[in-house]
């Protein structure tokens, strides 16, 4: 049914840069906000960016202004472009569909299997 499906992860030096796709299926695109989480072994998964279903974007702190998440409902994909990207970006980077949005922290109810991005020289 609900299909989450991630690309776009790679092996990357410092300072380089990566777009990650995640193409949606099997639900109504449009009607839902996307998130993007990240997770890296002993550490806690993070959200990321989200865009809401009117396109309004929302950021972690420590990703403001390297990254940048878009929607193409057309495509039903969502994107994350990622620069300056930092060692401590690696992780692997999962797509979300939101259902709710409380105090800017998103909450999903699908997520796909993710996409590793390594960061490293």
């Known amino acids: 049914q609900v299909q989450l499906v991630e690309s776009g992860g790679e092996l990357v030096q410092p300072g380089g840069s990566l777009r990650l796709s995640c193409a949606a299926s099997?639900?109504?695109?449009?009607?839902?906000?996307m998130a993007w989480s990240r997770q890296a072994p002993g550490k806690e998964r993070e959200s990321v960016a989200t865009i809401t279903s009117g396109g309004v974007p929302i950021y972690a702190d420590s990703v403001k202004g390297r990254f940048t998440i878009s929607r193409d409902n057309a495509k039903n994909t969502v994107y994350l472009e990622m620069n300056a990207l930092k060692p401590e970006d690696t992780a692997v980077y999962y797509c979300g569909r939101v259902w709710t949005i409380v105090g800017g922290a998103p909450r999903s109810d699908y997520w796909g299997r993710g996409t590793q991005v390594t960061v490293s020289s």
């Open positions: 099997g639900f109504a695109f449009s009607s839902y906000a």
